[in-house]
């Protein structure tokens, strides 16, 4: 897909996909293609394969190729479809960008491990990686600016990257405001995404600014709720997209990060009847019936009665 074409469409919420995993370990890609193709069906814009989310850390390099070609097949066209790549040396990267062209995906983040990209040499490290990959394909990339714990990405770098062809945007999970801020200004005049980490609260803020997508917290079981809310910024609601955030996201945030994030969302997307499962990376485990109802309850109480949908 051209980058003008990627950039179009890269708008509102993006939909970090959540993995359901068997009790081995293993990837259950049935039920990835029909939960994706729900979230299609539903006209989520943005769907995308991501290191925490996806929980890359568990997933084999052949799961990550996989999915990525099986995904790309059950979405489309109907939403855009990013991958990611995963820790790899540029040659292993060159060949997944052909394999995600090949396979019809619309753009792909390209995640670097940025521990191995410390020290008075990472400038030159950053761009030398992306000096080997960036010839492989003519699919777009997108920058991923996560600093591991250490100091982010120059902003005059990013800049600079922004200017290169192919590359179309980022996601940023280094600071959620005042960096995320610096990247929207100083990107404004590019043909350039900057993509929020996540959170509606930090995506008013940077929509008036220039930012066009987030990363929502919501929408994985709920995307009818994202779709509204970013219809309110486009109509110039701030004040309706504001009661958004109270009503629905700060409960939902709260109450999840008590439970954990990761349990939270995956037992959510599982009561939800959009995985038959909800284990997580590493303990293969799913919820205990305390936390399943914990979940349940936050659910209903934020959202009102749980309609579950069958695949």
Request: charged share 25%; glycine share 10%; net charge negative.
């Amino acid at each position: 897909m051209p980058e003008s074409s990627v950039t179009d469409r890269l708008k509102g919420a993006v939909v970090p996909i959540n993995i359901c995993f068997t009790e081995d370990g293993g990837v259950d890609f049935a039920a990835m293609r029909k939960y994706v193709g729900w979230l299609a069906q539903q006209k989520t814009p943005v769907l995308l394969l991501t290191y925490g989310s996806s929980e890359y850390s568990w997933l084999s390099d052949e799961d990550i190729w996989r999915l990525t070609a099986e995904l790309a097949e059950e979405v489309a066209g109907r939403s855009l479809f990013i991958t990611s790549s995963s820790w790899w040396p540029p040659k292993v990267c060159r060949d997944f960008l052909r394999h995600a062209e090949r396979s019809g995906v619309d753009a792909v983040k390209i995640q670097i491990n940025m521990w191995a990209m410390g020290g008075p040499q990472r400038r030159e490290l950053f761009l030398a990686y992306y000096d080997q990959i960036q010839d492989a394909s003519s699919i777009p990339l997108l920058l991923w600016c996560n600093s591991a714990g250490g100091d982010p990405l120059p902003i005059d770098l990013v800049v600079e990257m922004a200017g290169r062809p192919r590359i179309v945007g980022l996601k940023n999970d280094d600071h959620p405001f005042y960096y995320y801020y610096d990247l929207c200004r100083a990107t404004r005049d590019e043909d350039f995404a900057v993509i929020s980490g996540g959170q509606m609260r930090n995506f008013v803020f940077g929509y008036q600014i220039g930012s066009p997508a987030y990363l929502c917290t919501i929408a994985p079981f709920r995307p009818d709720i994202a779709l509204e809310f970013h219809d309110l910024l486009e109509k110039g609601d701030i004040d309706g997209a504001w009661q958004m955030v109270f009503r629905y996201e700060d409960t939902w945030l709260s109450g999840a990060g008590e439970i954990g994030w990761l349990r939270a969302i995956k037992t959510a997307i599982h009561l939800h009847g959009l995985l038959p499962g909800d284990r997580v990376g590493g303990t293969w485990a799913g919820h205990t019936v305390d936390e399943g109802e914990k979940v349940r309850q936050l659910l209903q109480e934020t959202f009102g009665p749980i309609e579950k949908v069958a695949l």
